[in-house]
């Protein structure tokens, strides 16, 4: 089983900018889908954005369209999540997932490993 390694997260300002990692291998992933989700204190997870290991294809949640970028370096393996203009309510532990079904980018079901989560806080 490949688990992701996150890496970046921290405390920040709202306004702010902030660009977490998510390294994975053992797996092929040409056929595969990679994504970020949060969770919030007494929340569920939700889906942030994911992208497609081959063509790069992206998908965003509405609450962070135009602020938050998701790219993968093929080379390495690794997949980033660039965070600008950071909110508290953007606040959680932020999970990197791989291993998704592309057709199905936003349900976190159809992810086979996930990382342990990075926490990522942002005060007002």
């Known amino acids: 089983q490949v688990r992701p390694v996150e890496s970046g997260g921290g405390l920040v300002q709202a306004g702010d900018s902030l660009r977490v990692s998510c390294t994975a291998s053992?797996?092929?992933?040409?056929?595969?889908?990679m994504a970020w989700f949060r969770q919030a204190p007494g929340r569920e997870r939700d889906f942030v954005a994911a992208i497609t290991w081959f063509a790069g294809r992206t998908h965003y949640a509405d609450s962070v369209k135009g602020r938050f970028t998701i790219t993968r370096n093929t080379a390495d393996n690794t997949v980033y999540l660039q965070m600008n203009s950071l909110q508290p309510e953007d606040t959680g532990l932020y999970y990197c997932?791989?291993?998704?079904?592309?057709?199905?980018?936003?349900?976190?079901?159809?992810?086979?490993?996930w990382g342990q989560g990075t926490q990522v806080t942002v005060s007002s």
């Open positions: 997932a791989s291993g998704g079904n592309v057709h199905a980018m936003m349900d976190a079901s159809e992810y086979d490993d």
């Open positions: 053992g797996r092929t992933f040409s056929t595969y889908a």
